[in-house]
């Protein structure tokens, strides 16, 4: 999306080289740990905090790499489109939306739409209640699979609506001063066939893609030592991996991606956007998403995105630097830096994460990053549950999605809307919203004075 600054590159290396000698000047262990700290994406971290601070690729790179790289960004902003078609065809014949960065905006992350606007950057996943496919993972309502296509090509009709509706409340701060939140309804409308069976619903905003070769690089041994599923040290706070399904592997492998950690890796997420998302067929999903549903095309002989080009497409987005912090010395921000640790925000928003050692593709081997996940599920209470388990992410558990770069979703994505369903309207009521494992921390949150909540706010700006 962004014309590739070789300025920048260079620029991430001689900043990377000034703070770190400026640190060794000083020989004052704190400074280097602070100069550190703006590197969230470690050595594939970049100075950009405009909105294309997202769609970076690592620096550094051999010149082919580079290549597969812009090869994977041009799919990822290609429009496709019904067959027959000369080009970029294959498209439905149902689908969510035209390309991905129609979702994911500058790399960045979707938005629930205003009440009476269609859905465009959110969609909803819908299995059977109570029960689970051959791999224990949701299973597909006849006539619609395991996600609402809310749009079709001409020929073929969509599967259903959507109709968002919110309910304010208010509700208060420690110290008097009022808040409030929207609770979200969602309806499906304009079904084209009934359903008969009970069903979950799970609504999920487009979240962003940048820094996720970084978070796949972490060893599972690395993310299971933070797992605490029976809360052994009695913190309120378990932490469970989720297992599911690896096509490619034919076989249960730990989940990292999607709200519920319900993806394996990069290439099968990106795989599943493809099929499911637009309506095209890989090596990874041979099948059209309508197979054995009444519009189901037949035209899934071949396949519609080449193995090269699905290589490219997850090759781009693993290869997605991470944008700097920012305002690191303000005093605010210092401030806020504490009253997160405090708050225990850390517990599960852990703060650094280190990636394994990677001989044959040594730009993500051995990285400490920062992303502010743990990568696991927490229980976040009820309010936030979708009631719809996802492997074994029982209905109130979601991941901890990373904070980094969430500073910038404004510049890059316009709007501040945060959580798995975009209710949230900015940082604090994405904050107000935590529950379950997480109701410590908001209480204590609740408690702080003005200052100190806006201090933790810049805090979360400074990521
Ligand atoms: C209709 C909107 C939509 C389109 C189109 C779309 N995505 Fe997504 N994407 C999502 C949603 C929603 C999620 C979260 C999924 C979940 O939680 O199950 C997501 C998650 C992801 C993730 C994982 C992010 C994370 O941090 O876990 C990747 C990678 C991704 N998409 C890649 C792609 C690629 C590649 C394409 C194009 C082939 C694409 N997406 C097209 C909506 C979309
Ligand atoms: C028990 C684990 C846990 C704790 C403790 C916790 N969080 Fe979270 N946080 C999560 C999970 C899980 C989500 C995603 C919830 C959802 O989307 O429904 C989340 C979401 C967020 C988001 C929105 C991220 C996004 O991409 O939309 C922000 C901001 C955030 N947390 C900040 C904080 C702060 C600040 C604290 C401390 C006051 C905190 N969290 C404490 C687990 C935790």
Same mark, same amino acid.
């Given at each position: 999306?962004?014309?590739?600054?070789?300025?920048?590159?260079?620029?991430?290396?001689?900043?990377?080289?000034?703070?770190?000698?400026?640190?060794?000047?000083?020989?004052?262990?704190?400074?280097?740990?602070?100069?550190?700290?703006?590197?969230?994406?470690?050595? @594939?971290?970049?100075?950009?905090?405009?909105?294309?601070?997202?769609?970076?690729?690592?620096?550094?790179?051999?010149?082919? /790499?580079?290549?597969? /790289?812009?090869?994977?960004?041009?799919?990822?902003? @290609?429009?496709?489109?019904?067959?027959?078609?000369?080009?970029?065809?294959?498209?439905? #014949?149902?689908?969510?939306?035209?390309?991905?960065?129609?979702?994911?905006?500058? &790399?960045?992350?979707?938005? %629930?739409?205003?009440?009476?606007?269609?859905?465009?950057?959110?969609?909803?996943?819908?299995?059977?209640?109570?029960?689970?496919?051959?791999?224990?993972?949701?299973?597909?309502?006849?006539?619609?699979? &395991?996600?609402?296509?809310?749009?079709?090509?001409?020929?073929?009709?969509?599967?259903?609506?959507?109709?968002?509706?919110?309910?304010?409340?208010?509700?208060?701060?420690?110290?008097?001063?009022?808040?409030? *939140?929207?609770?979200?309804?969602?309806?499906?409308?304009?079904?084209?066939? #009934?359903?008969?069976?009970?069903?979950?619903?799970?609504?999920?905003?487009?979240? =962003?893609?940048?820094?996720?070769?970084?978070?796949?690089?972490?060893?599972?041994?690395?993310?299971?030592?933070?797992?605490?599923?029976?809360?052994?040290?009695?913190?309120?706070?378990?932490?469970?991996?989720?297992?599911?399904?690896?096509?490619?592997?034919?076989?249960?492998?730990?989940?990292?991606?999607?709200?519920?950690?319900?993806? =394996?890796?990069?290439?099968?997420?990106?795989?599943?956007?493809?099929?499911?998302?637009?309506?095209? $067929?890989?090596?990874?999903?041979?099948?059209?998403?309508?197979?054995?549903?009444? !519009?189901?095309?037949?035209?899934? &002989?071949?396949?519609?995105?080449?193995?090269?080009?699905?290589?490219?497409?997850?090759?781009?987005?693993?290869?997605?630097?991470?944008?700097?912090?920012?305002?690191?010395?303000?005093?605010?921000?210092?401030?806020?830096? !504490?009253?997160?640790?405090?708050?225990?925000?850390?517990?599960?928003?852990?703060? $650094?994460?280190?990636?394994?050692?990677?001989?044959?593709?040594?730009?993500?081997?051995?990285?400490?990053?920062?992303?502010?996940?743990?990568? *696991?599920?927490?229980?976040?209470?009820?309010?936030?549950?979708?009631?719809? =388990? &996802?492997?074994? %992410?029982?209905?109130?558990?979601?991941?901890? #999605?990373?904070?980094? +770069?969430?500073?910038?979703?404004?510049?890059?994505? +316009?709007? $501040?809307?945060?959580?798995?369903? +975009?209710?949230?309207?900015?940082?604090?009521?994405?904050?107000?919203? /935590?529950?379950?494992?997480?109701?410590?921390?908001?209480?204590?949150?609740?408690?702080?004075?003005?200052?100190?909540?806006?201090?933790?706010?810049?805090?979360?700006?400074?990521?």
């Amino acid at each position: 999306m962004f014309p590739k600054n070789k300025i920048l590159v260079f620029s991430t290396i001689v900043a990377f080289i000034i703070i770190t000698s400026n640190a060794c000047k000083k020989t004052k262990f704190e400074d280097l740990e602070l100069n550190n700290e703006m590197l969230s994406g470690g050595m @594939q971290t970049v100075f950009d905090e405009g909105n294309g601070a997202y769609g970076h690729s690592f620096a550094n790179m051999s010149a082919q /790499h580079e290549r597969v /790289h812009e090869i994977g960004d041009i799919a990822f902003e @290609q429009t496709f489109v019904s067959n027959p078609a000369p080009l970029n065809g294959g498209l439905g #014949p149902i689908y969510n939306n035209v390309s991905c960065i129609s979702c994911h905006i500058g &790399d960045g992350r979707g938005k %629930a739409p205003e009440v009476g606007q269609p859905i465009s950057s959110i969609l909803f996943r819908i299995s059977q209640s109570n029960r689970v496919d051959m791999h224990n993972g949701p299973l597909g309502v006849i006539g619609y699979g &395991d996600q609402i296509q809310n749009r079709s090509v001409a020929g073929s009709v969509k599967e259903a609506d959507i109709e968002i509706s919110y309910i304010e409340k208010t509700f208060q701060f420690d110290d008097g001063t009022p808040y409030s *939140l929207r609770f979200p309804t969602y309806t499906l409308t304009n079904m084209y066939m #009934p359903i008969t069976s009970s069903y979950d619903l799970s609504p999920r905003v487009a979240s =962003p893609v940048f820094g996720l070769g970084l978070l796949e690089a972490v060893s599972e041994q690395d993310i299971l030592a933070n797992a605490d599923e029976f809360d052994m040290n009695n913190d309120g706070i378990s932490g469970k991996a989720n297992y599911v399904w690896n096509v490619l592997e034919n076989k249960t492998t730990l989940g990292r991606f999607g709200w519920k950690a319900n993806q =394996p890796t990069v290439m099968q997420q990106s795989a599943g956007a493809i099929n499911s998302d637009m309506g095209l $067929t890989s090596f990874v999903f041979p099948q059209e998403n309508s197979f054995g549903q009444i !519009q189901y095309d037949h035209l899934d &002989d071949d396949v519609e995105v080449s193995d090269s080009l699905m290589h490219a497409i997850a090759f781009y987005i693993k290869t997605l630097a991470v944008p700097a912090r920012r305002n690191i010395t303000d005093p605010k921000v210092a401030r806020g830096k !504490q009253l997160f640790i405090e708050s225990n925000c850390s517990a599960c928003h852990l703060p $650094t994460l280190k990636t394994a050692v990677n001989v044959a593709f040594p730009a993500l081997s051995n990285q400490t990053i920062r992303p502010y996940t743990d990568l *696991l599920l927490h229980d976040m209470g009820a309010e936030l549950a979708d009631n719809r =388990p &996802d492997f074994l %992410a029982n209905g109130y558990e979601w991941r901890t #999605p990373p904070l980094w +770069g969430i500073g910038l979703t404004y510049k890059v994505n +316009g709007h $501040t809307n945060f959580l798995h369903d +975009g209710r949230a309207r900015n940082l604090m009521e994405a904050v107000m919203w /935590h529950g379950g494992e997480a109701e410590a921390s908001k209480n204590k949150v609740k408690s702080l004075n003005k200052a100190d909540r806006e201090a933790l706010i810049k805090f979360l700006e400074s990521l």
